[in-house]
């Protein structure tokens, strides 16, 4: 597992359906080594705080081998990396072999996995497109995000490795289905129920699966 690239960006002003928009999802890879705090990185910054940045969500990581399957979906289409807004893309390593509350070392920096990204309208903004953002949760390709438990540095190159792992835990593909899925049979209420243990899954997921669990039951 690999750091392919480490990107950032700073918030700017964009036109979007006659409207000024500040946004901070057109990162740029960068060539040195970067400074990993606790709520970003050197050189990053979130626009909406209420939606995006904080503990839970210093870091975004996107999968390199997703964009394979962009470049299919949108032929003719540039697709430079950081395009997603991710701050890390990464080698080897995706929603379904992650799960929520693995730690792993990059670096010098620990990180904990927390929950998916729920993509919001600025994804069609970067990608000039409404419907990019359905697109994009349907793909379930959503990338997670990360904790910072250790502050420190990294570059591109550096190694991701798993430093813990809970068996009883669920993957990141998992709750990204349990988000979209209409209704939960036997096998979702199981892992809510593995879901809500999990002391890295953000209280705001946990009050949401919780709602869908007690309107199943209603």
Not at 3 to 25: A, D, Y
Not at 58 to 74: D, F, G, R, S, T
Not at 201 to 209: G, T
Request: charged share 30%; hydrophobic share 35%.
């Amino acid at each position: 597992m690999k750091l392919i690239s480490v990107n950032c960006g700073l918030p700017r002003e964009v036109i979007w359906h006659g409207q000024k928009v500040t946004t901070s999802i057109y990162k740029e890879p960068v060539s040195s080594r970067v400074a990993l705090r606790k709520l970003n990185l050197d050189g990053d910054r979130q626009s909406d705080l209420t939606v995006h940045g904080g503990e839970y969500k210093a870091v975004y990581c996107y999968p390199v081998e997703h964009y394979e399957y962009w470049k299919a979906e949108l032929p003719g289409r540039s697709l430079p990396i950081g395009v997603f807004g991710e701050n890390f893309t990464v080698e080897g390593i995706n929603e379904d072999s992650v799960y929520i509350g693995d730690r792993f070392s990059i670096g010098s920096t620990e990180v904990l996995v927390t929950q998916p990204r729920l993509p919001c309208y600025k994804l069609g903004i970067r990608f000039e497109s409404d419907e990019m953002v359905k697109r994009f949760l349907a793909s379930r390709r959503t990338g997670f995000y990360l904790a910072v438990t250790r502050e420190g540095d990294v570059g591109a190159g550096d190694e991701i490795t798993r430093l813990s792992h809970d068996p009883d835990s669920v993957p990141v593909s998992a709750i990204t289905r349990l988000y979209v899925a209409r209704e939960y049979d036997s096998e979702d209420l199981h892992q809510v129920e593995r879901a809500m243990e999990q002391t890295a899954f953000p209280d705001s997921w946990k009050q949401y699966l919780y709602e869908r669990v007690n309107r199943r039951k209603a």
